[in-house]
């Protein structure tokens, strides 16, 4: 898998999307994460536009006490949440991206709580990424 340089990521070579999603889920909770809003937008795409995409899912994916912690030192940062993953079929399989939040901190003060709590996120997404097979 192509990696990004504000994302990271891994490619699935067995299972079909719905279970892929499910997966990530599962993977995202096992780590404290809730996913707070999805977004399949091959169906939106279909719905408004009448486009056929392939399969591509986004998930809103939030830890209540990091978020907790970033929001009460800058209630900006709500604007860089939730964490986004995306999971789309690819060549050879299905791509699971997250974003990295790495590519964030330029975005919050050098000084800030905040960039703690980011770190932390990212440490703990890239974990759940790791847990998938």
Avoid at 38 to 62: N, Q, S
């Amino acid at each position: 898998m192509d990696s990004v340089a504000y994302g990271f990521g891994r490619l699935l070579e067995s299972g079909d999307h719905e279970e892929i999603v499910d997966k990530v889920t599962t993977a995202l909770a096992g780590v404290g994460f809730g996913v707070l809003s999805r977004i399949d937008v091959h169906t939106t795409f279909k719905e408004k536009l009448d486009v056929d995409h392939r399969p591509y899912t986004i998930l809103g994916a939030c830890n209540p006490v990091l978020a907790q912690e970033a929001l009460a030192e800058e209630p900006h940062v709500g604007l860089l949440m939730p964490c986004n993953v995306v999971v789309q079929k690819g060549e050879g399989g299905i791509e699971v991206s997250i974003i990295d939040a790495h590519s964030l901190k330029p975005l919050i003060a050098e000084d800030s709580p905040a960039r703690v709590a980011m770190e932390k996120a990212d440490g703990l997404l890239r974990h759940a990424l790791d847990t998938l097979n």
